[in-house]
């Protein structure tokens, strides 16, 4: 099956200093991809090229065998929706209004949603179990119930690749757990693609299809979490020892630091 999204030799550098190098990804439909690493090693860096919002000085980004630079305007939005790490709101929009956001790609000259768009902004509430927030501020929501809102923004812009940076950042055990859930969830169940850059190496493990290890810039492992996750490689890229055990629930490889 052809990737929906690819990379191959890619390079970025901001003035002097290269920032990613010689990076190469085959993303498939469907697939549940975690990008981890330490900090500063070019995630969101990676994340930022892979949506169009950068655009690397060597290399070639394709989406759906079409460069991403060639996309415009609504027409990569009505492909690719992103999660970006902040996501603050500067007016009280109910959250139902949040996620009719996620619809201006279909809107076609159109300047207000119709009941079409309702409905679907909707069923992606209902989807992330959050249609009962639909009238709330989204200011006054908690970390957990912003982020199923904004998944469900993500839902109802149609895009069949989605693209989160840090979405469990500052949340709790038991939102951390609902948000990868929610992720596996939507691509078995509604094929989309994910792309996750994140710090939570365990729950990747347990719920994405392959990881992505960076160390400066460069892809130091990538394969499914048991080919990644090994105690020497781990070791390495974060420069601290650990141990790398089994998950009792699934067998999943769990890190720990010595």
Same mark, same amino acid.
């Given at each position: 099956?052809?990737?929906?999204? @690819?990379?191959?030799? *890619?390079? !970025?550098?901001? %003035?002097?200093? =290269? ?12 697939? *549940? =991809? ?6 500063? $090693? ?10 169009g919002r950068l655009r690397p000085q060597t290399g070639t980004v394709r989406l759906k065998e079409r460069a991403v630079s060639a996309y415009r305007g609504q027409e990569l939005a009505r492909e *690719? %929706? ?5 996501? @603050?709101?500067? !007016? ?12 201006? +790609?279909?809107?076609?000259? /159109? ?9 679907? +902004? ?9 249609l009962h927030l639909a009238a709330r501020p989204i200011t006054t929501l908690s970390g957990g119930e912003k982020q199923r809102v904004l998944m469900a923004r993500a839902l109802a812009q149609q895009? /069949? ?44 493990? /347990?719920? $994405? ?8 810039? /460069?892809?130091?492992? @990538?394969?499914?979490? %048991?080919?990644?996750?090994? %105690? ?7 420069? $601290? ?18």
């Open positions: 099956m052809d990737p929906i999204l @690819s990379l191959e030799n *890619v390079g !970025f550098r901001y %003035a002097a200093d =290269w920032v990613l190098e010689r990076v190469g990804l085959a993303v498939g439909p469907g697939e *549940v =991809w975690g990008v981890l690493g330490p900090n500063g $090693c070019g995630k969101s860096t990676l994340l930022g090229i892979m949506a *690719v %929706a992103v999660l970006s790490q902040e996501n @603050s709101f500067a !007016f009280a929009f109910t959250a139902l209004e949040v996620v009719l956001m996620g619809r201006f +790609a279909h809107l076609e000259g /159109r300047l207000f949603e119709g009941r079409g768009d309702m409905a679907l +902004a909707r069923e992606a509430l209902r989807y992330v179990d959050a895009a /069949r690749l989605l693209l989160l940076d840090e979405p469990t950042a500052f949340l709790d055990l038991k939102y951390k757990r609902e948000v990868f859930r929610l992720l596996a969830a939507m691509a078995r169940e509604r094929g989309l693609t994910v792309v996750v850059v994140t710090h939570d190496l365990d729950l990747a493990a /347990r719920h $994405c299809d392959t990881l992505v290890l960076l160390k400066g810039g /460069r892809i130091a492992a @990538s394969g499914a979490p %048991a080919e990644v996750l090994r %105690a020497d490689t781990v070791a390495a890229v974060y420069n $601290c020892p650990v141990i790398v055990d089994a998950h009792p629930a699934d067998g999943s490889p769990r890190v720990n630091v010595i």
